[in-house]
């Protein structure tokens, strides 16, 4: 079973910027769509980005233009590159594994999460 490790949460100011990273514990990871969703009290958990083994990706429309998911095959990572953030990124990240087809990701492994905290 692939397990999913994130880290690079933490505590940043309004405009500012963070990078999540997500380890997957074993080569299946090249097969995988991977996706990071998160989720804000009181919230649900919503995707915001994912991309497939080929590198194709997507994004929902509150993140677009300063969020950028990308992935290293050959090191089994994913990251989650998060620019200009605002209070109401602040929410609980999570690292998926799944498959992507047309306008669905169905996740089957998750990560621990990571938590990101946006100040004003």
């Known amino acids: 079973q692939v397990q999913l490790v994130e880290s690079g949460g933490g505590l940043v100011q309004a405009g500012g910027s963070l990078r999540l990273s997500c380890a997957a514990s074993?080569?299946?990871?090249?097969?995988?769509?991977m996706g990071w969703y998160r989720q804000a009290p009181g919230k649900q958990r919503e995707l915001v980005a994912s991309?497939?083994?080929?590198?194709?990706?997507n994004y929902a429309d509150s993140v677009k233009g300063r969020l950028t998911i990308s992935r290293d095959n050959a090191k089994n990572m994913v990251y989650l590159q998060m620019n200009s953030l605002k209070p109401e990124d602040t929410a609980v990240y999570y690292c998926?594994?799944?498959?992507?087809?047309?306008?669905?990701?169905?996740?089957?492994?998750w990560g621990q999460g990571t938590q990101v905290t946006v100040s004003s």
């Open positions: 998926a594994a799944g498959v992507r087809g047309l306008g669905f990701f169905h996740p089957s492994t």
């Open positions: 074993r080569s299946i990871f090249s097969d995988r769509a």
């Open positions: 991309i497939t083994n080929g590198g194709s990706t």
